[in-house]
DNA sequence: ATATCGATTATCT
DNA sequence: GATAATCGATATG
């Protein structure tokens, strides 16, 4: 029953608008190729950041050096760090020249849990200790062992590179919505998508009303 | 269960 | 010089 036949996901998934593009990316799959092993997880939590108009957005500094891959061609990684601890992933949406993106939130581990583990510095004892590998935006970064300098820029949508986003038949469940987490600028705003109930999304345990279904 | 705080650095004002 | 799309630890109810 599980899936192990995993497809990438064509160029033109992500050349849409960013809402659509985080909406469906729920129940995707990130995948991991490292050494003769396959890390898997399922795409559970993501927010979408809008383009140049979007105060939250890194976008909204204009093309930088950091940012440039937000402006470039979709389904590309950008990888920025954070409170000078943390990376976190995103992918570029909207077509090549317009300014968009997914952020990576939370994931559902499916394989290679134990290498997640190794990563994390933590250890499996009972299975809700699966929560704690891939669950946060800077913790599914340390469980891929993604990086800026390894992974920014890397195309998502083919399985010659080590870290793309696939699909492999799963069809989610009811969708939530809530305002973006940790954002002091326009964060009234429900960009944050996740799927209702699963264990595996980020932040507190029961939602707030504001959240509402989709 | 919720709140607060320190860590640590790239980036921007 | 201030800030930041976070996390883990600690404190308190």
């Not at 396959?38 to 105060?55: F, N, W």
């Not at 954070?82 to 992933?89: A, E, K, W």
């Not at 559902?108 to 009972?126: C, D, N, Q, V, Y």
């Not at 987490?181 to 707030?208: D, M, Q, W």
Request: proline share 7%; glycine share 10%.
């Amino acid at each position: 029953m599980p899936s192990s036949r995993i497809q990438p996901i064509p160029r033109a998934f992500f050349a849409r608008k960013v809402k659509r593009v985080a909406r469906d990316l729920l129940g995707k799959v990130l995948v991991r190729q490292a050494g003769g092993e396959r890390l898997t997880a399922r795409i559970v939590e993501v927010e979408a950041y809008l383009g140049e108009k979007d105060p939250a957005a890194h976008a909204a500094a204009g093309n930088t050096a950091r940012n440039s891959v937000i402006f470039g061609p979709p389904g590309h990684a950008y990888v920025y760090f954070i409170y000078g601890n943390h990376y976190c992933l995103n992918v570029s949406c909207e077509p090549e020249g317009q300014a968009g993106c997914v952020l990576f939130r939370a994931l559902e581990p499916l394989t290679g849990t134990e290498r997640m583990a190794k990563a994390r510095g933590i250890e499996l004892h009972s299975p809700k200790d699966l929560i704690r590998l891939t669950s946060g935006p800077g913790r599914l970064c340390a469980a891929f062992c993604i990086t800026r300098s390894g992974e920014n820029g890397m195309d998502l949508t083919t399985d010659k590179s080590s870290l793309w986003i696939g699909e492999d038949g799963y069809k989610s469940g009811q969708i939530a919505v809530s305002p973006r987490i940790g954002i002091t600028k326009a964060a009234e705003h429900p960009l944050r998508y996740f799927l209702a109930g699963n264990p595996f999304v980020s932040g507190p345990k029961f939602r707030a009303p504001l959240d509402k279904r989709v």
